[in-house]
């Protein structure tokens, strides 16, 4: 089983990356742990470095696309350097079925509107050959990150008959909820950070985005990674 990842830039540093490889080490006994990044400074030694090709010119989560430039034989799972693995996932080989499976955010069960959907590749599993996702991305990457606020989007507009989504129980947001009987509301008060320790995976999709700055603090900084330190540790 293939575990890979993304480092770019300097909003994720080596302790995401090695925090990351901690917490796959206590679910999941014979993996390889791959980290596609431009810098492999103090990165564990045990992590294979995969450079990344600067040519591309690209930029945030649009680097994930990367993964489907060349097909793999093998089981491979994609995980952001923010989500938090909380117990056992070594049941999640068995969600690869030839689609591309993504997270599915449950909680959004608000109307949708323009070109925002329920997907999120916060974790993605995936085996075979999804070149073409690849291809037709980099036939004209600036018009797409144009149109599309991130790689979700794209997949989905594009690509949405070789996706597949996880099931309700395995997967929550630490910022946006759980389902759509326990969810934050757009323009609404939030109320609370969420945390539900029997899910397999915590994902921190909103930590440190700028447009979450409130007075001058992130919504969701270091400090939403409070009590969960036992599951790296």
């Not at 014979?30 to 294979?48: A, G, K, L, Q, R």
């Not at 693995?85 to 999640?92: A, C, E, M």
């Not at 397999?200 to 990674?225: A, H, M």
Request: glycine letters at 4%; proline letters at 3%.
């Amino acid at each position: 089983m293939n575990i890979v990842c993304i480092k770019w830039s300097d909003k994720f540093s080596h302790d995401h990356v090695n925090r990351l490889y901690k917490m796959v080490s206590k679910h999941i006994d014979d993996f390889t742990f791959t980290c596609y990044t431009e810098d492999s400074t103090n990165i564990n030694p045990n992590i294979t470095i995969a450079p990344l090709n600067l040519d591309y010119q690209l930029e945030n989560w649009w680097w994930k696309l990367c993964l489907f430039e060349k097909p793999t034989d093998d089981i491979t799972i994609f995980f952001d350097l923010d989500v938090v693995i909380q117990n056992d996932i070594t049941h999640f080989k068995n969600y690869c079925n030839g689609k591309i499976r993504l997270v599915k955010a449950y909680w959004k069960s608000y109307k949708l509107k323009d070109l925002d959907m329920n997907y999120n590749s916060s974790v993605m599993i995936w085996k075979g050959d999804h070149t073409d996702i690849w291809k037709k991305f980099y036939s004209d990457p600036e018009y797409y990150m144009a149109l599309y606020n991130g790689i979700d989007s794209f997949l989905y507009y594009n690509f949405k008959e070789k996706l597949d989504v996880f099931p309700k129980g395995e997967i929550y947001s630490r910022l946006y909820g759980v389902d759509e009987k326990d969810f934050w509301k757009p323009g609404t008060p939030r109320k609370k950070l969420y945390k539900k320790d029997n899910y397999s995976i915590c994902i921190f999709n909103g930590w440190r985005r700028d447009t979450e700055i409130t007075n001058g603090k992130y919504t969701l900084d270091d400090d939403g990674y409070n009590g969960y330190e036992l599951y790296w540790n």
